[in-house]
């Protein structure tokens, strides 16, 4: 049987979501926690995740498929004893039987990231591990017509790190907004696929117009050359949250629900 799971997790403390010989991973943590359910071993099970989220990426919306043999439990019994093997910061929040044909990775129709900046001389005490403070002032006029620069059908050549593999290096972005309320400052990218670090470029090289570091002009600059020295720095790991993964041609039975724990009328409970 193949199984979609809905998963969130606290991305500081492990080094990604893929799996990774003697490094804690979240596709790991789950995978030793599924394997006892199952009364098998890890190399028994396949699991894929839509989104390899680097180290210290965090995720409300991730979803991976998980093919195995449940032997008969409900999929409730799958949730509480993934959840009760896990650490607290990994989190399932719904399973359900996968629809035919569904690949958590190639059903995707894209992804949402949301990026967060604290704007502030002085780190957050309660947030800092979820926010990149930047202690520079920022314009953020100038960022919101830079971000808008990003939309659309382009070459990201020049948004990604050295050691990305993918072939092909043309995405389109649907949606760059930049949202500010008080110091806080979130970048929201909505986009049908992504390269490696290409938010954190992104977010790195906004900040850097913003402060006026770089000049207006970047963006255009970059998908001109496709060189990424003429960008701004790439952006830290912990800002960055995997909110939402798109299947419309597979959609969920129901609506999501809220982080921390499905409501009691669940349908799979």
């Given amino acids: 049987m193949r199984l979609r799971l809905h998963i969130a997790y606290e991305g500081t403390e492990y080094c990604g979501w893929q799996i990774q010989p003697d490094e804690p991973t979240v596709e790991g943590e789950l995978l030793k926690a599924a394997a006892t359910i199952l009364d098998t071993s890890p190399d028994d099970i396949r699991m894929q995740g839509a989104s390899r989220t680097d180290s210290g990426v965090h995720a409300e919306g991730q ?3 998980l093919d195995c043999d449940p032997g008969g439990r409900r999929l409730w019994e799958m949730v509480r004893g993934l959840n009760g093997l896990t650490a607290d910061d990994i989190g ?3 399973v359900e039987e996968a629809p035919e044909g569904f690949d958590a990775r190639f059903s995707s129709a894209g992804k949402r990231y949301r990026y967060r900046i604290w704007n502030h001389r002085f780190e957050h005490p309660l947030r800092h591990r979820h926010l990149w403070r930047v202690g520079r002032s920022l314009d953020i006029g100038r960022m919101k017509r830079a971000a808008s620069k990003l939309e659309g059908d382009h070459d990201f050549e020049a948004f990604r790190t050295a050691d990305c593999d993918s072939e092909s290096t043309r995405r389109i972005m649907h949606r760059v907004d930049v949202e500010a309320d008080g110091p806080e400052i979130a970048v929201v990218v909505e986009g049908n696929a992504f390269l490696k670090y290409m938010v954190r470029v ?8 913003a402060a006026e570091s770089l000049p207006e002009g970047t963006v255009e600059r970059m998908f001109e050359t496709g060189e990424r020295g003429e960008g701004g720095i790439t952006a830290p790991s912990k800002g960055l949250t995997l909110e939402e993964v798109f299947y419309p041609d597979h959609p969920w039975r129901g609506e999501a629900p809220e982080i921390g724990g499905a409501p009691l009328s669940a349908p799979w409970l």
């Fill in 92 to 94: 399932v929040q719904r």
């Fill in 63 to 65: 979803v991976a498929h």
């Fill in 202 to 209: 992104m977010v790195g090289t906004l900040v850097d117009i």
